[in-house]
């Protein structure tokens, strides 16, 4: 089954159709979402704030780092269900919005970059635990969280806007082909 | 009775200009709740500290004095942000509810903020009570909570 045929499948399910329609659940899933942006994004905000020597320069990184990461796994948790149900939500549109594809990618990519910085740099914390300033790569790691994040809510916020949706044609070549819309060959 | 008000804001260029273009009411959206994220960690940083939570070695006070200019920053974009959103669509958040729970919960926040929680957090007074800095930090959760979701709210309305 494709990607596509998945979301349609999910689109003709019951409970899509229904939190979809649903009067207070899409918009209190929604707001969830957005609440707990404060939770996760603000706390890795003040991580990598740290790392840059911009906050909090008198407290070991791994403090902030450890006494943080319980709130932020929680806040990423609660992002992900919130998240799910929205795509659950409106299924094929989201999957066709090149927005919600380009956000994806930039999970992704900051998935890599708490990958890269964990197995990397951080192993070595007891080195520069107490620095102002942590080592470059530290410092690489929270300017590119800060930059990655902020573009997942950017791209994200851009869902809700249909500018490029499949159904709204002619589009770009470029677009029709990241947002991998099925358009039927112009008739003679 | 205010709705004159709210009918001369619409005639503003400021609104104007964000109604006249696609691109610009989404973009200040988008910053404003990157203003939001930047605002949630400096607020909740404090705030779980005075309930006993997050980085709880720390002095209150010293994680407020760090807090404190990225409070400010973060308000100053959502503020910065907030007023040409509000000047777009002014009738239509004139007859929102959400709206006007958001305007009156936030200068309540935002004084709260300055004045009985910054005394709480930045002082050292004995009076500063275990309880009473978790009431304090419960409080602040709470009114942004509202503001946050109230905001969030008028795009359903």
Request: glycine fraction near 8%; hydrophobic fraction near 55%; aromatic fraction near 12%.
């Amino acid at each position: 089954m494709s990607l596509l045929a998945f979301a349609e499948w999910l689109d003709s399910t019951a409970g899509s159709t229904a939190l979809h329609e649903s009067m207070y659940m899409y918009p209190i899933v929604e707001s969830t979402h957005v609440l707990a942006l404060m939770l996760f994004v603000g706390f890795a905000i003040v991580l990598d704030l740290r790392l840059l020597g911009l906050t909090l320069k008198n407290v070991p990184v791994s403090q902030v780092a450890g006494r943080l990461l319980p709130w932020t796994i929680a806040g990423f948790i609660v992002m992900n269900i919130t998240g799910l149900l929205l795509f659950y939500a409106i299924p094929v549109r989201t999957y066709q919005s090149i927005f919600f594809r380009a956000k994806v990618i930039f999970l992704i990519l900051a998935g890599l970059n708490v990958w890269y910085f964990h197995t990397g740099v951080f192993k070595r914390i007891a080195e520069w635990d107490h620095a102002v300033i942590a080592p470059t790569a530290a410092r690489r790691a929270g300017l590119a969280s800060l930059v990655l994040w902020g573009a997942i809510i950017v791209a994200g916020r851009m869902i809700a806007y249909n500018w490029f949706d499949c159904d709204i044609q002619p589009q770009p070549a470029f677009v029709n082909w990241a947002a991998g819309c099925v358009v039927p060959p112009p008739t003679p | 009775m205010l709705l004159p008000f709210f009918e001369w804001c619409e005639t503003l260029w400021l609104g104007q200009a964000v109604i006249g273009s696609n691109w610009l009411f989404p973009v200040i959206e988008s910053v404003h709740l990157l203003g939001l994220a930047l605002l949630g960690g400096a607020i909740l940083l404090v705030d779980f500290r005075l309930l006993g939570l997050g980085l709880k070695e720390r002095a209150v006070a010293e994680l407020a004095i760090d807090a404190r200019p990225w409070m400010l920053t973060g308000l100053t974009i959502l503020i910065a942000t907030g007023i040409p959103l509000f000047l777009s669509e002014p009738i239509k958040l004139y007859y929102s509810g959400a709206f006007w729970i958001k305007i009156t919960t936030l200068p309540i926040a935002i004084a709260f903020a300055l004045t009985v929680r910054a005394r709480v957090t930045l002082g050292d007074s004995v009076r500063n009570t275990a309880r009473r800095q978790q009431l304090v930090g419960a409080l602040s959760i709470a009114l942004w909570i509202t503001v946050a979701a109230a905001g969030r709210w008028i795009g359903f309305s």
